[in-house]
């Protein structure tokens, strides 16, 4: 069994495929499995990831069409087989050092169920428009989960990051119910939120990833329901620990997811043709 597992939910992501692929094989200096499921994609990207399936490291799954993001998601996690778990997202990139720091961290803290680290921005060329994006607003220091959802919902956006930089104990996920796609904007942070409720976070304070935004990416085209998805998830964690998170936390956070979705909308205008591949 590895420690970790590397897992690719691919869809369409022939221009960026082979670069998130070769990040996670270029990462030497740990034990680990990759595991790409192909989302019955209409390009180049199945034919792409055969590129690497010799390689003893890989297994290349598909999944049928149908479900979305979160069916693709659960499928390549399933398959999972190490101790830790990461999803990378098939037009992201893992910077060298990324799993063995997050291995060594999860390995010294026993009780920890998460560790994130903050991450690059990166446009479709791969030019960097926002160096170590992430954290805002959360202690440098091992702390009880809850704290830390608390900590995002009052800052109105995801301060762990995108699952590229994120990793979790497996099992905790699983135990929590996998990924949670009732949030679709939201599914990594509500399902990092249903891990951490469940064991202690330690952020690691370097950037390991690079998130790409680009026009083909789902998360865009959900841009217009970003505020109000988080105003449910706001809600929603609220109802699972009542005791810890309040509704002036609710009240602020609100706010602030208000604020944060039309922070996006005006790089994604700024950003338009960074964000198109090139021809």
């Excluded at 202690?200 to 109000?228: E, G, I, K, M, T």
């Excluded at 105003?231 to 810890?244: F, G, I, S, V």
Aim: aromatic fraction near 8%.
């Amino acid at each position: 069994m590895p420690r970790l597992s590397v897992v690719i939910p691919a869809f369409n992501n022939e221009d960026f495929i082979e670069d998130a692929v070769r990040s996670v094989l270029s990462q030497h200096d740990a034990d680990f499995e990759l595991i790409v499921a192909d989302h019955s994609s209409t390009d180049s990207t199945w034919s792409l990831l055969h590129t690497f399936a010799d390689d003893p490291r890989v297994t290349l799954l598909t999944t049928p069409s149908g479900g979305g993001a979160p069916a693709n998601w659960r499928r390549v996690s399933e398959a999972a087989t190490g101790e830790y778990l990461k999803l990378l997202p098939g037009d992201d990139l893992l910077y060298p050092g990324a799993l063995a720091a997050h291995i060594a961290a999860l390995d010294a803290n026993p009780g920890v169920v998460l560790v994130s680290s903050p991450r690059d921005i990166i446009d479709a060329r791969g030019g960097v428009t926002i160096r170590k994006r992430g954290l805002q607003g959360v202690k440098r220091t091992r702390q009880p989960g809850v704290d830390v959802v608390r900590t995002t919902i009052r800052r109105g956006t995801n301060v762990f990051g995108e699952p590229g930089c994120v990793t979790m104990r497996r099992e905790t996920l699983e135990a929590a119910g996998g990924w949670d796609g009732q949030f679709p904007y939201l599914i990594d942070q509500t399902s990092y939120s249903r891990v951490l409720f469940r064991g202690d976070y330690l952020p690691v304070d370097h950037a390991y990833a690079a998130f790409r935004v680009n026009s083909a990416q789902w998360s865009v085209a959900l841009v217009n329901d970003q505020a109000s998805q988080a105003k449910a998830y706001h809600r929603w964690c609220r109802e699972q620990a009542p005791n810890d998170i309040s509704a002036a936390d609710v009240w602020w956070g609100n706010r602030k997811a208000e604020a944060m979705a039309l922070a996006r909308r005006g790089y994604y205008l700024v950003n338009g043709k960074r964000m198109r591949a090139a021809a």
